[in-house]
């Protein structure tokens, strides 16, 4: 599994508009909602991952997405040391 | 806090996320517009990446890695930023002449002449043997030998040295005294097939980075790769090692003999090899005489591994592991760089860990093999094989020896007998005899008034006033410009085309990217106008650019064992790189030697598979060589052992790294690693200010205090020119290779 | 907003009730070697001249010296650098050089001041920030991507993974 982090830049006023269309989204937690930005974390198949960021694009109201951090776990297996 | 890795990493996210919120995004670097790219090799260390310069507006914009030489396309982040070194602000632009104290400008003429007419008058008056030439592993092959031709050919004064000497001196004298032939047997393709690496002194992931890498990435990927790490401090090297062997410092040849004690003890070795391609010999009243392998394991015996982890303060049962891994593996690797070269008994430390491979049969065979990794871009390439050592000539040839001095005298178009026939001043007796015995020296591209032992004793020479120094020099703030009569402003790195030879004996050009700022040219012709004022014949020196002279050094090297008359410049256009031997223009190159099928210098149908065609014998040479310890141990009035080295980003004297922003923010100022217990008894804590102390000399730098140098042991790094770490090292040489011992020398601390 | 909220100097109390204590008599700052403790004000009236740590600028060093002269106990009295809780380093590993894979690079790594616990190199191939890391921002300052950012504790601290709610 990967997880991501997405900034999302809004037209102003529409933000409830699209944390109402986020939230529909499997994987999908909203950390933040401003007057502009909102942080969305997604945890997902890392395949799926360029799916749900054009799909981003699409939500109402979203002017730009940035992909802000990303993990992909299967980089190395071994990663018990946190 | 308690959370699970992914929890972790979703706070991660989120968090990173919101940060950006308030900085704006940190976004990759964008494309800088490049217009071309140009192929070369990286500027820093002896791993010789190849390098793609990225170049707009005849400006280097980018450097990436070249994805078909040996890296892969992999660079360290210091060979990536070596955009803002090329271009730093303060590059020598003019030539520069000291008037009433000062450097001040002047024009190439004045500054040419007045170099010549020193080095004139010093020969007139006190003979040749009173000037001098120091070269650097940096240099291009061409610009070192064509040095080495113009002095010792047209000078007829063998005083030409450089700083190799420093660095791997003793990495020549174990290959020639071992192998009969300088150089190492592999390549690095080695690295992927070997399945036990066994690295004794060198700091691989700090200072081979693009090395350690592949090491690394071997072991993750081969569960059954073993790494031994033998090294006084937990260096990150000794972090991915299996076996980290923190050895008490210039206690190796113990270590090593003690090795070879248990190989035979528990009858690991290959008779069938060592029996067969191996002759046993010592040095008794400074003579060498044929030993048995009955005399070697008597020899031996002494080093049991008791008395081993008495002296090295390794457990014996850890020595014993090792030398079983070693010798079981299905190859073993064995990587080493200054830890062994900078000591007193460098060569025998050498002569050692070949003796190991020896016994084992662990050589020319892929993935077994000793390899020894280089500090400079092009020592192995530009100063070991071009003979630009005191005692050395062209291609393997030495001075002393009648036979080897009239062949470089056909060679060069000279009457016979006409070359000086004794060896010239190694680097520390160089600078000692300058304003002295020497009278005018010339500098080409190294920093020695911070890079020698015990510095301060060469700075007293290097302010004589009997003395005359000219350097060729691209950067202005280095130290040795302090003591400089005259500098010629460099071409620097890609602004001229030349070649560099990395450790694996791989040969690639550097091709000219842009061009050098202000009145700055390429040292090859500076050297040759420099050559011609002094009154050597121009037909002696006919070059006008470095090709011209790389094709007459590919010719000298048909004759010898290098032969890479096969590397025409054109070949080397549009390679990434070839590995010599290479004597005709259809060779692919030579990864291993001695081996036939393999070395084009051992004959087809040679009735043996090696065959050593350096030594007469053609075997190759196990030494016995007793344990020597350090010229400077520790004791009551100084407890410590003071070692020195680098940290990664930061590359030898700093001249070039510390023009990078980013470096300069990341590595400022040198400092001093301590043990926690030897903090704790002398109370100090991390970042307090400590003075340390040596025989030579005192500076005050900041702790560092932790679990990596051994108890007793501290560490510095010399990259800071403010603190001159090499005012306290000892310059006590390796009585073979002449190389000094940078990396043991007594010391005490107190908190400042 | 919990999320303006800035990296505090190591030992630094919850956000109100260090805002609470803190007398903004400047001690802290008085006492840093390295000068990464400042009492940049702001227009909060709270927050105006309590001290911080901005690491884009100069990050702590973690001598730990400031602790123990808070005279107010906002700052507590450790010494451990391990207990500093400052806040936590992230790596983006979408602007790492070495993530990247074309240049191996391990800077963050060779200066991290808790080096192999805090931040290790795993398999000595690629760094990675473990929850032993105190937030002393290192990293950040040296990294020559800026690929690291470093969260103070107070913003961790505000990040209900769960919900919705700043």
């Known amino acids: 599994m990967a997880i991501a982090s997405f900034v999302l830049q809004m037209e102003p006023g529409r933000g409830a508009e699209a944390a109402a269309a986020l939230s529909r989204v499997p994987g999908l937690t909203l950390e933040f909602s401003g007057e502009q930005n909102l942080v969305a974390v997604v945890e997902r198949a890392s395949a799926e991952l360029p799916q749900v960021e054009s799909g981003l694009k699409e939500v109402p109201g979203v002017l730009c997405v940035i992909t802000a951090y990303l993990n992909i776990e299967d980089e190395l297996e071994a990663a018990g040391s946190c | 806090m308690n959370i699970n890795r992914r929890q972790f990493i979703k706070y991660s996210a989120a968090a990173f996320a919101m940060l950006l919120l308030d900085k704006g995004p940190a976004l990759a670097a964008p494309d800088q517009g490049v217009e071309r790219w ?78 010549a007419a020193k080095f004139k008058e010093a020969m007139a008056q006190f003979g040749a043997q009173s000037v001098g030439f120091y070269g650097s592993g940096q240099n291009l092959t061409e610009e070192s030998y064509l040095a080495n031709k113009i002095f010792k050919g047209g000078l007829k004064c063998n005083n030409v040295d450089g700083n190799p000497r420093l660095c791997m001196a003793s990495a020549v004298g174990g290959y020639v005294t071992t192998f009969g032939k300088d150089e190492p047997f592999g390549s690095y393709e080695d690295l992927d097939a070997a399945t036990c690496f066994f690295i004794i002194g060198s700091n691989t992931s700090e200072c081979h980075p693009v090395l350690f890498r592949r090491i690394a990435a071997r072991k993750q990927n081969d569960k059954n790769v073993r790494v031994i790490v033998v090294d006084p401090r937990v260096t990150n090297t000794a972090r991915i090692a299996d076996m980290h062997l923190a050895i008490r410092p210039g206690t190796d040849l113990a270590l090593l003999n003690a090795m070879a004690h248990i190989i035979l003890n528990e009858e690991l070795d290959e008779p069938r090899f060592h029996s067969k391609y191996a002759a046993f010999k010592a040095v008794e009243d400074g003579k060498p005489v044929d030993k048995t392998f009955e005399d070697y394991r008597a020899f031996l015996a002494e080093y049991t591994p008791e008395k ?191 070649v560099y030879g990395c450790s694996e004996r791989r040969y690639s050009l550097l091709e000219k990217a842009i061009d050098p700022p202000g009145q700055a040219r390429p040292s090859v012709n500076i050297l040759v106008d420099l050559a011609t004022r002094m009154g050597v014949d121009p037909k002696f020196v006919p070059f006008k650019n470095s090709a011209e002279v790389w094709d007459e050094w590919r010719t000298v090297s048909a004759s010898s064992a290098y032969n890479f008359k096969g590397m025409t410049r054109e070949r080397l256009r549009k390679t990434s790189g070839l590995l010599w031997p290479c004597p005709t223009e259809d060779h692919p190159g030579t990864k291993i030697r001695y081996v036939r099928g393999e070395d084009p210098n051992v004959p087809a149908d040679h009735p043996d598979k090696y065959f050593f065609y350096g030594n007469p014998n053609g075997r190759a040479t196990i030494w016995l060589r007793p344990h020597k310890p350090a010229a400077e141990e520790p004791d009551a009035e100084y407890p410590l052992v003071m070692t020195t080295g680098r940290v990664i980003d930061q590359w030898h004297t700093g001249t070039m790294t510390n023009k990078v922003p980013e470096i300069r923010a990341a590595f400022p100022n040198a400092y001093v690693e301590i043990n926690v217990e030897d903090a704790k008894r002398l109370n100090i804590n991390n970042g307090d200010s400590v003075l340390v102390e040596t025989r030579r000399g005192k500076l005050t730098l900041p702790a560092r205090v932790g679990e990596v140098c051994r108890p007793g042991l501290i560490f510095t790094p010399f990259f800071d020119a403010k603190k001159l770490v090499n005012e306290l090292t000892v310059d006590a040489i390796d009585d073979i290779s002449k190389q000094p011992e940078f990396k043991i020398c007594a010391a005490r601390i107190a908190r400042a | 907003m919990w999320y303006s909220l800035p990296l505090r100097p190591p030992g630094a109390l919850d956000e109100p009730e260090f805002l609470r204590r803190c007398i903004q008599c400047g001690q802290c700052a008085q006492v840093c070697p390295y000068g990464s403790v400042t009492l940049a004000g702001t227009l909060n009236p709270l927050e105006l001249g309590a001290p911080r740590v901005e690491p884009w600028k100069t990050p702590c060093y973690l001598c730990m010296r400031c602790p123990p002269v808070c005279p107010t106990g906002a700052l507590r009295p450790i010494r451990a650098v391990e207990e500093a809780g400052m806040g936590l380093a992230v790596l983006n590993k979408d602007l790492c050089f070495t993530y990247e894979g074309s240049v191996f690079c391990k800077t963050c790594h ?57």
């Not at chain 2, 990436?64 to 930023?81: I, S, V």
């Not at chain 2, 036979?403 to 520390?428: I, K, V």
């Open chain 2, 38 to 115: 140009v192929k070369g090799v990286c500027r820093y260390c002896g791993t010789g990446c190849g390098v793609m310069v990225g170049v707009r507006d005849n400006k280097v914009v980018m450097v990436k890695g070249d994805p078909n030489n040996h890296n892969r396309g992999m660079l360290c982040l210091k060979g990536a930023l070596l955009p803002s070194v090329v271009h730093a602000p303060d590059r020598l632009t003019q030539p520069l002449i000291r008037k009433e104290g000062k450097l001040t400008p002047a024009s190439w003429d004045e500054a040419l002449d007045l170099t």
């Open chain 2, 308 to 498: 081993a982890a008495e002296i090295t303060g390794i457990p014996a049962a850890a020595i014993v592991k090792a030398a079983q891994l070693f010798a079981s593996s299905s190859a073993t690797m064995s990587l080493w760089c200054m830890g062994l070269n900078q000591r007193v008994r460098g060569v025998w430390a050498n002569n050692l860990v070949h003796n190991l491979h020896l016994l084992t049969g662990k050589l020319g065979r892929p993935g077994s093999t000793s390899f020894s990794l280089t500090g400079q871009p092009n020592a192995c390439g530009g100063v070991r094989d071009t003979g630009s050592l005191a005692h050395l000539l062209p291609a393997g040839r030495v001075v002393a020896n009648k036979d080897h001095r009239n062949q470089m005298e056909a060679l060069w178009g000279l009457p016979p007998d006409s070359l000086h026939p004794d060896p010239g001043l190694f680097a520390t007796a160089l600078f000692g005899a300058l304003g002295e015995k020497v009278k005018a020296l010339l500098v080409l591209c190294t920093n020695p008034a911070q890079s020698l032992p015990n510095v301060k004793k060469y700075t007293q020479n290097l302010r004589h006033p009997g003395k005359f120094m000219a350097v060729i020099e691209a950067f202005g703030d280095a130290e040795t410009l302090k003591y400089a009569d005259v500098v010629f402003p460099a071409a620097f790195w890609c602004e001229r085309e030349g």
């Open chain 3, 110 to 166: 060779e200066k991290c001041p808790l080096r192999n616990s805090a931040l290790i190199m795993e398999q000595g191939l690629l760094p990675v920030i473990t929850s032993r890391c105190v937030g002393c921002g290192v990293c950040e300052k040296v990294c020559p991507r800026k690929a690291i950012v470093t969260v103070p504790r107070s913003r961790l601290a505000g990040l209900g993974l769960a919900g919705n709610e700043p």
